[in-house]
C-alpha cells in the first residue's frame, strides 16, 4: 500500500466536511480489528449498495485491512523508549527508512508491520535476549511540521491522536496574520487532498492521514478572530497535549 493510498483512504471528503472511516481504535490489537472487519462484513447485507452506509461501512473495511497489513509505524516516526534501569536504549529512537528501530548494542527491531498495540511486546522480545524480563515502555510519535503565520513555526513531535488545533498550538498558535480555516497540509511540497477547515472538525491527525515528514501550512490573513477562537480550543486541548519541540 503506497502512503499517499494510507492518506486517501483515512477519510472520505463530502465537499468541505470530512468523514474519517472508522480504522479502529488507536491501541487495537490485531484479533480486535479482524473481528471489527468481520462484523463490518455481516452488516454490509444490511445496507444498499451504493448507499452513505453500505459506501462507509466499505470504507472502514478497507482502512481496517490497510491498517492491519502496513501496520501503524512508520520511517520517520519517533519512538519515545523507555527500559526500565537501562538509560542506554531510555531515549527517543527515529524509525528508519527500512522500518527498523536501531538500538544500540542489539540488532535492529523490525517493526514494518507492527501495530501500535504490538510496538512494546516487539521491542521486549528483542531486549529479552539481552535482559531478563526487561519493562518496556513506548510511545510512538510524528514528527509533523507546523509552518506558515503562527507563533513558532518548526517541526513537532505529536502524538497522532492530537487534533489539529492542538499541532497548531503548540506551535506557537495563530497570529493575527493567520488563517487557520485554510490550513495546507504538504507532503514532500505536494498538497495533500485534506480539505480546509478541518481545525474545526475535531479530527486527529491519524484520522487524516498525516505522517512523519508532513507539514501544516498556516496561511495568511488579516482577521485575529481565529486566532481568539483556537486560543479558546486550545486552552483545553493542552491539558492532554504530548508534544516536545525539536529545535
Avoid at 447485507?45 to 482502512?63: F, L, N, Y
Avoid at 492521514?209 to 486550545?234: H, K
Wanted: aromatic share 4%; charged share 20%; glycine share 8%.
Amino acid at each position: 500500500m503506497s502512503i499517499v493510498a494510507m492518506t486517501l483512504t483515512a477519510a472520505s471528503v463530502v465537499g468541505q466536511q470530512l468523514v474519517p472511516a472508522d480504522h479502529g481504535p488507536r491501541m487495537a490489537t490485531r484479533a480486535q480489528l479482524t473481528a471489527m472487519i468481520d462484523s463490518l462484513q455481516g452488516e454490509l447485507s444490511s445496507h444498499r449498495a451504493g448507499s452513505d452506509d453500505h459506501t462507509k461501512i466499505e470504507r472502514s473495511i478497507q482502512a481496517i485491512s490497510e491498517r492491519l497489513t502496513a501496520g501503524d509505524v512508520f520511517a520517520g516516526d519517533v519512538v519515545r523508549l523507555r527500559v526500565s534501569g537501562e538509560d542506554r536504549w531510555t531515549l527517543d529512537h527515529t524509525v528508519t527508512p527500512t522500518r527498523t528501530l536501531a538500538l544500540v548494542d542489539i540488532d535492529p527491531v523490525d517493526v514494518s508491520r507492527a501495530l501500535y498495540s504490538e510496538i512494546e511486546e516487539k521491542i521486549s522480545l528483542q531486549l529479552a535476549t539481552y535482559l531478563r524480563e526487561p519493562r518496556v515502555d513506548a510511545l510512538v510519535l510524528k514528527r509533523i511540521g507546523v509552518t506558515g503565520f503562527v507563533g513558532n513555526p518548526g517541526f513537532y513531535l505529536m502524538d497522532g491522536a492530537s487534533l489539529v488545533s492542538e499541532a497548531v498550538m503548540v506551535a506557537g498558535g495563530p497570529n493575527n496574520a493567520s488563517n487557520i480555516n485554510t490550513i495546507e497540509f504538504r507532503r514532500m511540497g505536494v498538497p495533500l487532498d485534506i480539505p480546509t477547515g478541518v481545525v474545526w472538525q475535531s479530527m486527529s491527525l491519524d484520522d487524516l492521514g498525516v505522517m512523519s515528514g508532513d507539514e501544516m501550512y498556516i496561511p495568511q490573513s488579516g482577521s485575529s478572530l481565529g486566532r481568539f477562537l483556537l486560543a479558546a480550543i486550545g486552552l483545553v486541548a493542552s491539558l492532554t497535549l504530548i508534544a516536545i519541540r525539536i529545535f
